[in-house]
């Protein structure tokens, strides 16, 4: 893997980590949800999950990690993310966290496809308390991914 390549990932990494903070921040404040906050918030959390997404399939396109069906792509992209690949790279996410960001996946796709389907406030809300509970794993995950990268810049230095 080239230092350039690295560099470039690291970079993007960095500016899709500030992304997701900003995004966790508006989550973060709870309250009974009403219609105009569930739908808020709903969207906050698909947010959340396209962010990370985003950030998992530069991972992948760096380290040559495809995924070949576009009908189960999401699916693949997070469990692809969990494997360490031995002499490529490590897992980017643990156990917790993909089990943590698969539910958010599966919000995900309700979210974006539910044109006829109205938002129930109790599961919204149990998936933003959720997140907030547990984001630190992600975090936690997100920052030794990026401690490995700048490690594999110095090394080809």
Known sequence: MSKEAL???ASYFQKQLEILENIFQEIK?????NENETVRTGYLLHN???????????????????VEDPARFH??????ISLDIAGIRP????EKSYSLLDELRRFR?????AYDYQLEPERVEHLQKKILAQ????????EAFRAFLVSQIQRNG
């Open 7 to 9: 560099s470039v990932l």
């Open 29 to 33: 404040p709870l309250r009974p949800l």
């Open 48 to 66: 959340l999950y396209c962010a990370i997404e985003d950030l998992f399939l530069e991972v992948a396109r760096t380290f040559e990690n495809r």
């Open 75 to 80: 699916r693949d992209l997070l469990k692809r």
């Open 91 to 94: 897992s980017l996410i643990s």
């Open 109 to 113: 796709h309700v979210f974006r496809h």
């Open 135 to 142: 984001w630190k794993l992600v975090q936690a995950d997100l």
